[in-house]
């Protein structure tokens, strides 16, 4: 049996990979707070905020990871808030950091050592992984701290056959997307501005991207950018 264990596969990139999983016969587990849509994916409740609720849902996925061929652990669930230096509290970035740090490591330590051969630890970070924009404080920051735990999990699995890599999606089409820049088409047409094809990417795209990460060791400890190609200043 083939696992694919996806958080925040709700909605968005996650919905999206937990359907190109399935399509390739994988078993496909959502951990997120809401359902994932896609029939046939295995929604367990789990508030990745929650070291008690990641408990519960490590316990459940404990069975179904025996005797599995090769997991996909995909760390896909993210919060943004629109803060800068100025003003982002440090209670407000702790919380953003245990979504997208803290709460990753408490999977991590939980299921890797559950995880066999030809497996795959796969980070869903952002350009902004590597590079800064105004009004994103606690987003940015917890993406970078996601590209130094993709290259510090290659690091520690080195000759143990489980591979990593950070995905870095372009300004792509997704309900955390529209919560930040709203839907007024004269923004959407500025943000889509900043790359080659002047359009927002598609879940989907990311999707494969992930798919395809998964399927390849030899991108062990990489960083790929799913962004049509931005320009730069």
């Known amino acids: 049996m083939k696992i694919a264990i996806i958080t925040g596969a709700s909605v968005g990139i996650g919905?999206?990979?937990?359907?190109v999983f399935l399509d390739?016969?994988?078993?496909?587990?959502?951990?997120?707070?809401?359902?994932?849509?896609?029939?046939?994916v295995h929604?367990?409740?789990?508030?990745?905020?929650?070291?008690?609720?990641?408990g519960r849902s490590c316990d459940t996925l404990e069975s179904a990871l025996q005797n599995c061929a090769q997991v996909a652990l995909v760390h896909n669930a993210a919060q943004m808030r629109k803060d800068s230096v100025d003003d982002c509290?440090?209670?407000?970035?702790?919380?953003?950091?245990?979504?997208?740090v803290i709460g990753i490591n408490s999977l991590n330590q939980r299921l890797?050592?559950?995880?066999?051969?030809?497996?795959?630890?796969?980070?869903?970070?952002?350009?902004?992984?590597?590079?800064?924009?105004?009004?994103?404080f606690s987003y940015v920051v917890s993406k970078h701290a996601q590209l130094g735990m993709m290259r510090a999990t290659c690091q520690d699995l080195m000759g143990r056959k489980i591979h990593t890599a950070l995905i870095c999606p372009g300004f792509t089409d997704t309900e955390m997307l529209r919560k930040h820049i709203g839907t007024d088409p004269k923004v959407e047409a500025d943000i889509a501005?900043?790359?080659?094809?002047?359009?927002?990417?598609?879940?989907?795209?990311?999707?494969?991207?992930?798919?395809?990460?998964?399927?390849?060791?030899?991108?062990?400890?990489?960083?790929?950018?799913?962004?049509l190609g931005q320009k730069t200043h």
């Not at 390739?24 to 046939?40: H, K, M, N, S, Y």
């Not at 509290?89 to 997208?100: D, F, G, I, K, Y």
């Not at 002047?198 to 962004?227: D, S, T």
């Open 89 to 100: 509290s440090s209670e407000s970035l702790v919380e953003v950091m245990q979504t997208n």
């Open 24 to 40: 390739e016969g994988f078993t496909v587990f959502c951990l997120a707070r809401r359902e994932c849509p896609v029939a046939g």
């Open 193 to 227: 501005g900043v790359n080659s094809f002047g359009r927002l990417i598609k879940p989907g795209e990311i999707a494969e991207m992930i798919r395809w990460a998964h399927h390849n060791p030899i991108i062990n400890g990489a960083v790929l950018h799913g962004n």
């Open 43 to 54: 929604s367990i409740a789990c508030d990745i905020t929650s070291e008690a609720s990641i």
């Open 112 to 136: 890797i050592p559950l995880m066999p051969n030809a497996s795959s630890v796969i980070y869903v970070g952002s350009t902004l992984s590597e590079k800064a924009v105004p009004g994103t």
């Open 15 to 19: 919905s999206a990979t937990a359907q």
